[in-house]
């Protein structure tokens, strides 16, 4: 069976990480003060969605870590006990280990199980605290104080669950049940395997005759729960054709039971009693994985001992019960409906980036194909032609319209990147004893996916920074009239087909003086008389810091560097504005998606090539005289003062250009890095957004192109790699 | 893909050499000589569309085309093998080849059709010191009395002289 299994850990692994990401969001959005009753539930069923999987692929840690979670979180969730921050705290740690094993059973490295075993102590004495102090509390209502009864008992099992998750049952819940299912489609090293799986449960008894080959009957008496038998048998049994039954006479005691049992099975919500309502709430089939329906153990455990301590009312009085339950379980039976829409709410698809980008390949494609029917029809007479002419419209529309639902499948919003930055806060506040408060905005602003996943660690950093330089301390902040909590504050925009991320913080700002003075010791070109642009673009100098005392999170220069080349990589910009003890801000500007570019098309000879717009200053037609040549060859064009070396394209790509002299052409000034060249090209065509395509895939690199792509009437243009050409620029002139 | 091959060629001959070598082949003419290229590498086969050159190449790669929203090379296997005259008319015809997981475009001077070839059929190839390296050669073939040069043409494209790939594989 481990076979089969395996091709479910990948999505169990991703299934898992999104569920303590939401997990970890909950925790974070938790009001300590005030726990909203969702949050806790959401937090509950992640836990235990992860639970659930990891019991079925036999991640022992994972259950073991996840139990401990659960059962916590299950007294917190039913109002036994209120949320304390150190909670909160343990909480977060645990989701840490929790990742940290995921990514061991995933091949990386192993998690250090002595960290797991330190969280699963404080969970544990946490739930163990509840235990100490619950007695104490008066409780007038004798219907709920047989409530709290049942949560002691529901404890004591705790520290026998942690030992062998997870099917720790009192030995005296010794049961017998009825099983039947037909055998269709199955085959007999099948049904082998799965006698000898009941015969580990227990004691197996074939009632059925051998004759009968397709229809079993078997009774099985097991300590084991029945979602345990369940679970067992619905791996390899159509659960359409299995049936579980609890044997009457076994629990004469609490004969409700058995129409709890069999309605569980059946999902009939008609017979649902408030039982039912409770364990299927903990595990609504849908939510979790889908492939094992019954209730998990540990909740039944719950009803169970409930009913325990209910034996002497008997089934007369069943309907008092269910009363009783429904006042103890109020805060959970209460949130149980709006969980099933929640289900249908949240549908979404498993695609792979490849077939998506097909889709947008193709759809481009048909765009073009579009405007070129769209050139052929414009020239046909619109009154005979006047039905295809319309046709030709909606065409143009539908794939409009196609291509813009087709380009949003990629984008997503960035609270995906955003959402991480509550936790990182949370933890480096602590750690450097300071107040913050982490504002995000505009989460809903959507980027490309490859764009999400590169802007995190960059953004990560730049948070960093400004809670360990930008927020003071809170006696510096009083003493400056601050409030005594600094704010960081994320915020995504649109802006003219850009993205805007900016960080700020309303903390000490830069420090002029002290970013002159550094770079000075450090022997950069610098000047009193320099912007404060100028001034702050020093910090993303290799190896600069100003901070005093070089710390754990930051203070060794290396970094904003990084953080700079990473953005620039993506075709991004960064700017700083700052103003010393007001604040900083640093705004991130990106190109939408990484797939497209803004560019501008140059003509040498009869082909076309794209410039990409962020690199080129300006273009000019110069005049003869300003072309000056070197030692011969080397030709130099002196724009302003400044003499920038030409770039030929014609020369470099051996084209035959129809322009040779250079004042009869165009110079596109061009930067890299502070260094400028002039590119001369026979004309300028346009400004264009273009779709970036590899030249790679089926081609290899060539030099001085960083890519190609399709202009409007189908034929591939080369994407100059501008950096490239001003280096070897550069090179020449030496 | 290669099981789809073999389970073909074990399907339709017996013998345990016809494992290795497919049987059926689009046959295309260079100049005056016929060639063939197994059937299951050939993506498609459209005209000769304007090319964008690019920079530096060597002579028989052309450039590339868009072929819907893939960038393909094209090379012109006439200037490649240096045969006959690499004019381009409305018989000028690129097979797009699937070979070594990449997209590629073969500029030939015509393509005559598909045959099927049985083992009796196909002759190894002589040592020539031809222009082609019989070491892409995969043997000759013979239909009546046209003789067809069986090219390994996924071998041949993926070679190191056909500077085609950054790393070559061989």
Known sequence: MSTDLEQFYEIFFEESSELLADMEACLLRLDVNSPDLEDLNAIFRAAHSIKGGAGTFGFTDMTEMTHMLETLLDRLRKGELTVRSEMVDAFLKASDVIKAQLAGHRGENEADPKVAKEVCEELKRLSDEIQDRLPNEAIADADIEMGAATVEIDISNVPEVTVNVPQSKNASLKKTYCIEFSSASMGDAAIENLFANLKRLGDLEELSSADKRDQFKLRLSTESSEEDVWETLAFVVDPANLKIELEANDVSRNAGNVQNFSSNISNAPDLCTNEDELSSEKMPPMQGYGFFPGAPAVPKELTNSDLQSNSMQQQSAHVSKNETQNKVNKPSSKVSAPISPATSETSSIRVSIEKVDQIINLVGELVITQAMLAQTTSQLDPVIFEKLLSGMSQLERNTRDLQESVMSIRMMPISFVFSRYPRVVRDLAAKLNKRVELKTVGENTELDKGLIEKIADPLTHLVRNSLDHGIEVAEKRIAAGKPAQGTITLRAFHQGGNLVIEVSDDGAGLNRGKILVKAKERGLPVNDGMSDQEVWSLIFEAGFSTAETVTDVSGRGVGMDVVKRNIQGMGGRIDIESALGVGTRISIRLPLTLAILDGLSVAVGDQMFIVPLNYIIESMQPSAADIKTISGHGRVVQVRGEYLPVIALHEVFNLHSNVTAVHEGILVILEDEGHKAALFVDDLIGQHQVVIKSLESNYRRVQGVSGATIMGDGKVALILDTAALVLASQQEMV | ?170
């Open chain 2, 1 to 170: 893909m290669s099981q789809l091959q073999t389970a073909i060629t074990t399907s339709n001959s017996n013998n345990s050499r016809a494992i290795q070598m497919p049987n059926e082949f689009l046959t295309f003419r260079l100049g005056d000589e016929e060639y063939g290229i197994e059937i299951l590498k050939v993506q498609e086969i459209r005209g000769y569309d304007a090319i964008t050159q690019i920079a530096n190449a060597p002579e028989f790669i052309k450039g590339v085309v868009n072929l819907r929203g893939i960038i393909v090379p094209i090379i012109d296997m006439r200037v490649k093998f240096r045969l006959g005259n690499a004019t381009y008319d409305q018989f000028t015809v690129v097979i797009i080849l699937n070979v070594a997981g990449r997209v590629v475009g073969i500029v030939v001077d015509g393509v005559s059709d598909v045959i099927s070839l049985g083992l009796e059929q196909m002759r190894p190839a002589p040592g020539l010191g031809s222009i082609i390296d019989t070491e892409y050669i995969m043997g000759l073939g013979t239909v009546d009395e046209r003789m067809l040069i069986l090219i390994d043409i996924e071998r041949l494209m993926s070679s190191s002289d056909m500077g085609l790939l950054d790393h070559t594989i061989n």
